[in-house]
């Protein structure tokens, strides 16, 4: 070995190719089986993408780095589903560029916290966390209710994500500002299209309280208020494709996440 | 600066210097009403800044033919000054963010400073402006010395530097006004990205031109370890930032890949980034600087080949560690466990090798805070790498992932690894660059040595305790079955060593900013001939080997 060794220690660029050469390997084993395998990504029939709105709150979401404290990935692990709820399925992150399945949970994960709090606690929470969880550690947002969302090019938004693979139609991106705009104002003739376009459970309310003004914290409350419903598929285990069983660790019957909201103890309602 | 650069050079310069600033002008135009648009003043007043310097010296007078006889060390010497102060502002912003978890309303109300948007200042500025202009300044000095060459042309290393501090100004200024694609460790955005991919082109040409030129037979081994560090990088990088922009007015941009597609690529990417970025550019800085500084050989060239090429093929394998128990398929997480803990192979034997070349050079090491820098970061080095492979294991993820211990890892390998390496050599590099006879106080390099390692350990301690009992909180049940405590409880039980946290990590800042005083003021000895004959013996392989030939 030292030998030919010594021969490749000579030749800069031989040693440039091998270094590629041998680094290359690993991550093409790993990687490239994910994008052609099937069994990568179950099949959800109901699985719908984001609205306008809720896609402009999670770009809030983004800015804001809240993946830094908050996971978006609950494991197969018995504790972490009685917590969140049912574990995370590939395709409930299927149309996430780029996913927020976080490396750290400073607060607790928030995979299902979707309809598990009311606007109003949301909203709240988001103004001054310690106002509703003393103990929180969480950064004030008060001023995403004082900033208006900026709307106007959310139909290149949608473009642009339609051209990475997310299914948007060409009426969904031409009415993309409308439609961000009736999602929070009800009794508006924009909100009825809303609901033509995405689906009738779709959440159409003013999520601030104030159906008047658009603003930062209407979209980022929707989008908290949407994860973990676009589709049912972890709470129905016949979608599971066989190759990807539940882990032994995880319990038989997943509790859904009514069940857990149900139970009514302290630790829900004081953040899970 | 500008006084080592010839005429020509000089025009070369502000041509460049007026084309990134026109670049930043036409993106502040064409990003009007969106933060990309501020982005295109940051790049204009930068590059206007650069043409100033290089304007305030044009009619200097021009350098002798001589100066291509000798080593190019001028980017050297700025990549290091830059380094220390990155290293000041990101440890500064690390207390701050430590201190936001104890004291959450350290924010002040202001959207720029809350957890979410500084804490990639902190990592951005430590990794990549601290680590990164410590591996571009370490690399250029490294790599004329091990092959006896020049570095190919005068104004191709300033480029680098300075691209790539422009490249680190652009990603922490983005945060403050909210522009990031939220993937950790690589949140600049599709703009910036591009632009890196440039200077680092420039730098593997700067780095293949000069070992074609060299004149010794063989390529050193801390060239194999940056050559890796500067390859794979590229390929990482490249890969995990493919993205469509919304427009070419728009910051934001939308990542090509999706969910677990993309949550493998990234930490395929951010794991690697941590093997090639933090560990093989940052060996190649020990495998020259520690037997130079010890005054030993390394101990074993067989070693250091098998570390080597352990390291550059099995890496590549251990991403998918960060995913146990997600939706990534069960077997890629398993290829990941399995490499991650072969990897403790390579990984010791090149922290073996570095121990081992210590042997007979114990007594410098007890007398010598620079020298022992280095060796306490090669035993941290050891230390990680074990912790790595052990925390890669399914069942000790399951507890550990998500948790603080996860924090505590990153930066025993930070702080005890790629920090004091890098303080190391730089205070045995800063006395030969400008040919002092010795930093200006030892004392203080020793005051430095002992306030970094008290503040790592506090700083690994307490996250270890919080990591652990977090983990062990979150899965506790109680005799009638159900889960013990909330979330909020496992938070409470945290405060404490939040604070102690944020302690281990002031007393690194202050070690920090005493070594950067400490090497501004040796700058600002004035160096005699005495001085100056002293620091060139200190030369490595030069001081006997007959000086280079002009053009070469």
Known sequence: ?272 | MVAGLSRGDRQVALAISILVALCGLALAAIGRGDPIGTHGFVILLYALGVSFFVIAGYYGPEPDSSRLSRYYDDPTKVGIVLAMAWAVFGLAFGVWVAALLAWPDLTFNAAWASFGRIRPVHTTSVIFGFGGNALIATSFHVLQRTTRARLPDQISPWFVLLGYNLFCVIAVSGYFIGITQSKEYAEPEWYADIWLVIVWVVYFLIYIRTLQRRKEPHIYVANWYYMAFILVVAVLHIVNNLAVPVSLGHAKSYSLFSGVQDAMTQWWYGHNAVAFFLTAGFLGMMYYYLPKRAGRPIFSYRLSIISFWGITFMYMWAGSHHLHYTALPQWVQTLGMTFSIVLLVPSWASAGNALATLNGAWHKVRDDATLRFMMVAAVFYGLSTFEGSFMAIRAVNSLSHYTDWTIGHVHAGALGWVAMISFGSIYALVPWMWKRERMYSPRLIEWHFWLALAGTVVYVFAMWNSGIIQGLMWRTYNESGTLAYSFVDSLVAMHPYYIARAFGGLLFLIGAILGSYNIWMTIRQPGTALAAKAGEADEPHLATQPALQAGE
Not at chain 1, 12 to 33: N, Q
Not at chain 1, 135 to 163: I, K, N, Q
Not at chain 1, 190 to 215: K, Q
Request: hydrophobic content about 40%; overall charge negative.
């Open chain 1, 1 to 272: 070995m030292p030998s030919f060794h010594r021969k490749l220690e000579r030749s800069a660029i031989g040693f440039v190719l091998a270094i590629v050469g041998v680094s290359a390997i690993g991550g093409f084993v790993e990687i490239a089986p994910l994008f052609t395998i099937h069994e990568t990504v179950e099949k959800a029939p109901d699985m719908r993408v984001y609205t306008p709105l809720e896609l402009a709150g999670r770009n809030i979401y983004l800015r804001e780095g809240c993946y830094a404290c908050h996971s978006q990935m609950i494991r197969t692990l018995r504790d972490e589903v009685e917590r969140y709820g049912p574990y995370s399925l590939a395709v409930e992150s299927q149309y996430d560029h780029p996913m927020l399945w976080g490396s750290k949970r400073t607060g607790p994960d928030l995979a299902r916290i979707g309809g598990k709090y009311s606007d109003m606690w949301q909203t709240a929470h988001l103004r001054n966390p310690r106002d509703v969880v003393p103990e929180s550690v969480m950064p004030r947002y008060g001023w995403l209710e004082e900033t208006t969302l900026r709307t106007d090019d959310l139909g290149d938004h949608l473009l642009a994500m339609s051209r990475v693979g997310v299914p948007y139609t060409q009426a969904m991106i031409d009415n993309a500002p409308a439609d961000a705009y009736g999602q929070a104002a009800p009794d508006t003739a924009f909100a009825t299209g809303v609901g033509e376009r995405y689906g009738a459970a779709t959440n159409i309310r003013a999520f601030d309280g104030d159906p008047s003004r658009l603003t930062e914290m209407d979209a980022l409350v929707a989008y908290l208020q949407i994860l973990g419903k676009l589709t049912d598929a972890a709470s129905t285990e016949a979608t599971l494709p066989p190759t990807e069983a539940p882990n032994t660790e995880a319990p038989k019957e997943v509790p859904k996440a009514e069940a857990t909201k149900a139970d009514g103890s302290p630790a829900v309602a004081r953040g899970g």
